[in-house]
């Protein structure tokens, strides 16, 4: 017989060996118990830890975040302030916005689903550290992401019911995240619950503030109606306008060469010695007032003390971060708004703000906040 067809032979039956070997000595005794599948992969799928287990796993270590959140308005929809049913039917959806999977957490010793788990995947034993502290470990969404999610149920839309809280988003925030102002785990504004900077010393800002009287008056009530007043308004409003001064980051050749030449300490000070004076009513036109007082709903949520949907008074913010306006001058409210329309001075919010209002919109708020008072 030819040497090639003995070569030939020879490898179909080493072939032929290889695979019958392959078949009974390689698969498993349980491959063909149910068909063509292996009987103990079930149990074995069964036994390992999956990688999303549902927001009840979240509560033994995050009980605080996880009580905030069944309690809040998304755990429960109301109407009129009576319960009318469930809205998020399981329970906290906390991996809607945290990514990591749930069986990498320190509280698991996870078996990864796939070789590319295995490799990907860092698990904790003993609890020694949390993922979210390792870098390159994310476990959260990235905030662009995060306002996508809010967006998807409450951006302004015909059709969607109006019990859904909706916003216009240029008006409402601009490309400032969500969670800038809202509690992530319950999204109604807590204007009590946000934090305060420290408290300056107002006997030693008094001094300090000598310097400011000949624009902004001995008390903080200024002596040019398109200057601002500053008394009574808030500590950390006015700590944080400094900073911008001194920064840069908002313009005013006066007050940038005023600013640069303070401290940390020194900006606090003279913030706690203004806002511990009386402030009072500014006036303006009533007929303008009059007419501003509906438009002035849109600025509700921040601009006045119990926010969008409480009670409390208007122009006086419930979050010592932003400004009261209650009180201060018309003609200051007015070219402020201007500025923002034109873009000399910049915000997320304020400048979406401004750019959808009128001439007369801005005479009229103006002449509205103006005539409030700024005393609670």
Not at 73 to 92: E, F, L
Not at 135 to 144: A, D, F, I, V
Not at 167 to 172: G, L, R
Request: aromatic residues 6%; positive net charge; proline residues 5%.
């Amino acid at each position: 017989m030819p040497k090639h067809i003995v070569r030939l032979v020879s490898l179909i039956v080493a072939v032929a060996i290889i695979v019958f070997s392959a078949k009974h000595l390689l698969t498993p005794d349980s491959f063909y118990q149910y068909g063509h599948y292996r009987g103990n992969a079930v149990v074995e799928i069964a036994s390992k830890v999956p990688q999303l287990q549902g927001s009840a796993s979240c509560q033994s270590c995050h009980k605080k975040e996880y009580d905030i959140w069944t309690a809040g308005i998304h755990r429960k929809a109301t109407r009129n302030n009576a319960i009318q049913g469930v809205v998020y039917k399981y329970g906290p959806g906390c991996e809607v916005c945290h990514t990591g999977p749930a069986g990498n957490h320190p509280s698991k010793e996870a078996l990864p689903l796939s070789i590319e788990d295995m490799i990907t995947s860092i698990t904790y034993r003993d609890r020694k550290a949390h993922p979210a502290n390792v870098p390159g470990r994310k476990l959260m969404l990235s905030p662009e992401d995060m306002r996508g999610v809010c967006l998807n149920c409450h951006e302004k839309m015909p059709g969607r019911p109006i019990e859904q809280r909706q916003i216009e988003i240029e008006s409402h925030s601009g490309e400032e995240m969500c969670v800038k102002c809202h509690n992530p785990h319950s999204p109604k504004i807590n204007f009590a619950s946000m934090q305060m900077g420290p408290r300056g010393d107002a006997n030693a800002g008094k001094f300090l503030a000598s310097g400011c009287s000949s624009c902004h008056g001995e008390n903080g009530i200024s002596i040019n109606p398109e200057w601002p007043n500053l008394a009574g308004q808030h500590a950390d409003f006015l700590v944080e306008s400094l900073k911008s001064f001194k920064s840069g980051a908002r313009k005013n050749d006066l007050m940038n060469s005023i600013a640069a030449d303070l401290n940390e300490a020194d900006i606090r000070n003279v913030a706690a010695y203004f806002a511990g004076k009386s402030c009072g009513i500014a006036g303006s036109n009533k007929a303008k007032a009059v007419l501003g007082k509906d438009k002035a709903a849109n600025c509700a949520a921040c601009h006045s003390e119990g926010g969008l949907y409480g009670s409390g008074a208007p122009g006086v913010s419930g979050t010592p971060t932003w400004p009261n306006l209650a009180g201060q001058n018309s003609e200051y409210l007015a070219n402020t708004l201007r500025s923002y329309q034109d873009g000399s001075r910049i915000h997320a919010v304020m400048s979406s703000i401004a750019r959808n209002l009128s001439d007369s919109d801005i005479e009229e708020l103006a002449a509205y906040y103006a005539s409030m008072s700024c005393k609670k």
